[in-house]
């Protein structure tokens, strides 16, 4: 079975940098797509970015373009999201995805979501 478990999150000071940690098993991790969402309390799941099948494209949200990169560690079967340059408007809880049911990787239309993890970014 998939199984997606993130880490890395934390508490931040705003301005600063984390990189989260997605190790995932039960794949062919190469020809998978990886996509990161985040929810924040209150307010309804949203897509971050992703990287699509062998790594040829990455995809992100507006909101952390040019400050958040998506990448990939074949050889460990895990994926990363470094976060540079945070936010407060960046505090939820980060999930890495899996197992895209559409050629639309934004869309959060997955198979399979990790348990998560907390980023908090203070001001």
């Known amino acids: 079975q998939v199984l997606l478990v993130e880490s890395g999150g934390g508490l931040v000071q705003a301005g600063g940098s984390l990189r989260l940690t997605c190790a995932a098993s039960?794949?062919?991790?190469?020809?998978?797509?990886m996509g990161w969402f985040r929810q924040a309390p209150g307010k309804e799941r949203e897509f971050v970015a992703a990287?699509?099948?062998?790594?040829?494209?990455?995809y992100y949200a507006d909101s952390v373009k040019g400050r958040f990169t998506i990448s990939r560690d074949s050889a460990k079967n895990t994926v990363y999201l470094q976060m540079n340059s945070l936010k407060p408007e960046d505090t939820a809880v980060y999930y890495c995805?899996?197992?895209?049911?559409?050629?639309?990787?934004?869309?959060?239309?997955?198979?399979?979501w990790g348990q998560g993890t907390q980023v908090t970014v203070s001001s």
């Open positions: 995805a899996t197992g895209f049911t559409g050629s639309n990787l934004r869309n959060g239309n997955v198979n399979y």
């Open positions: 990287l699509s099948r062998y790594g040829i494209n990455t």
């Open positions: 039960g794949l062919t991790f190469s020809s998978t797509a």
